[in-house]
């Protein structure tokens, strides 16, 4: 299978009709796929694929009079913006083997991956590159199936930034592990799945100083079926997290790192949920809660990547969802409390999270005859007074139409209309959000698209 995309077009407009400097589409993406599997079901799979994105894009001036690249911001405050030719790479390779006819205690499967990612943000450049390998065999076991292995790692984050505070180095992480998962139905009542894994870890840091720690990893979730159509499920996890490579395009920017205090980190993680399904209703409630202990600054301030905070993530996630013979409607609704350190989390705290509060979603769609199908989205996200400012809220409405002849089942034509009402806003994971210098990015006004897909 082969693929190619090319994806261009100008800087889009807000809701406002105000054009959004830096957001122009110049995307080419190439995929390919070969597999072959003999009459007895040895299988082998090969992928490579490459994407690029390389357009003009919003740029600020940081310090040493470096411009630094922030297509995730409209803007600062302190002064206006220019457009930088900016250049985003990924390149991945997956080799496989799997055994599509195997059974009972030999089921055996094998990946190797290579992937590379860069970035060039003009004032810095970074690359990160990894290597892993997974070995694992699945044996047929009493009400259902062990999965075990082995797999490992190595990644590195290479960069180096220019200016009076020109600067670069290098961080490499190494990763060993071994694991186990089951999942069983031990009667018409419970079904668990349970296991574990250890992994060991080395990492040498921009200056050359060595880490290793070794750490164990377990979880467990039960589901229990109460009726016909009430269900309950609940789960435990204690994670190790190992350590993190710090931000690539940044190692030493400024002042040399200093891994004083550089350390592990761990998760724990619970949730509590309920299940209703009668086939024309669904439902589904859960609470959940994440900590994780010792996280390890990836964009260090002043330099201190042994800076560590703690993070916490509480909250409920909800559904419900009534079908009918040739349509769905369904809404969601999940709420998250996000802390860092027990204050709540900002919008610019990268790799940790976001103050996300309150997202409601919509979704339907209905089969009107064999060819034709509509059906539309929205998401409301309401006011989040935990951050200050406090992050105001929004109401977004996307429809669509689809049609499929019934002599080319392969092809789709299909015509989407997002933003319906011409909303103006920022979507709640935008960065920056409750930041005094930074304007946000606004999403686009109603955007009509037509689209034909065809499925070979």
């Given at each position: ?75 600062l405050t302190t002064g206006p913006s220019v457009l930088i030719e900016a ?258 989390i900002t919008s610019t705290a990268y790799y940790l999270g976001r103050p ?73 994971s935008a960065d920056g959000l409750d930041n005094s210098r930074v304007v ?17």
């Open positions: 299978m082969l693929s190619h995309t090319r994806r261009s077009s100008d800087d889009y407009e807000d809701g406002d009709g105000v054009v959004v400097l830096g957001t122009r589409a110049e995307l080419t993406d190439y995929v390919g796929k070969v597999a072959y599997e003999s009459l007895d079901g040895h299988r082998f799979e090969f992928a490579a694929s490459r994407t690029e994105d390389s357009g003009p894009r919003s740029a600020q001036p940081g310090p040493g009079g470096v411009y630094f690249i922030r297509p995730d911001f409209g803007g250049l985003s790479r990924r390149t991945s390779y997956t080799l496989g083997y799997s055994n599509t006819q195997a059974s009972g205690m030999w089921n055996p499967e094998i990946q190797l991956s290579y992937n590379k990612q860069e970035i060039d943000a003009i004032g810095s450049y970074g690359v990160n590159s990894s290597f892993s390998a997974t070995f694992k065999n699945r044996f047929d076991i009493a009400g259902g199936n062990l999965t075990a292995g082995l797999d490992f790692f190595r990644e590195t984050a290479e960069g180096r930034t220019g200016g009076a505070f020109g600067s670069g180095g290098e961080e490499t992480l190494r990763n060993t592990g071994v694991f186990a998962q089951a999942r069983q139905d031990l009667n018409d009542t419970f079904s668990v799945s349970y296991g574990a894994r250890i992994d060991s870890q080395k990492f040498t840091g921009a200056d050359g100083t060595k880490f290793s720690d070794t750490g164990v990893s377990i979880n467990g979730t039960v589901d229990v079926r109460l009726s016909d159509t009430w269900s309950l499920n609940a789960g435990l996890a204690s994670t190790w997290g190992g350590y993190e490579l710090g931000e690539a395009g940044l190692v030493n920017f400024f002042t040399p790192w200093d891994y004083t205090g550089f350390t592990s980190s761990r998760a724990k993680s619970a949730r509590l949920g309920v299940r209703f399904d009668n086939g024309t209703w669904k439902a589904s409630a859960a609470l959940f809660q994440t900590e994780v202990d010792d996280i390890a600054a990836v964009l260090p301030s002043g330099g201190a990547r042994g800076e560590l905070s703690d993070l916490k993530s509480r909250g409920i996630d909800t559904s419900l969802q009534y079908s009918w013979a040739n349509g769905f409607a369904r809404v969601n609704w999940t709420y998250a409390d996000v802390e860092v350190d027990d204050a709540t996300l509060g309150h997202i409601i979603a919509l979704e339907t769609g209905m089969e009107l005859t064999p060819e034709w199908r509509v059906g539309g989205s929205a998401q409301i996200a309401l006011s989040n007074d935990d951050t200050t400012p406090e992050l105001p809220s929004y109401e977004v409405v996307n429809l669509y139409a689809s049609y499929t002849p019934a002599r080319y089942d392969n092809l789709e034509l299909r015509l989407d209309v997002r933003n319906l009402f011409d909303e103006t806003y920022y979507s709640r946000p990015l606004n999403e686009p006004g109603r955007t009509i698209g037509l689209t034909a897909r065809l499925r070979f």
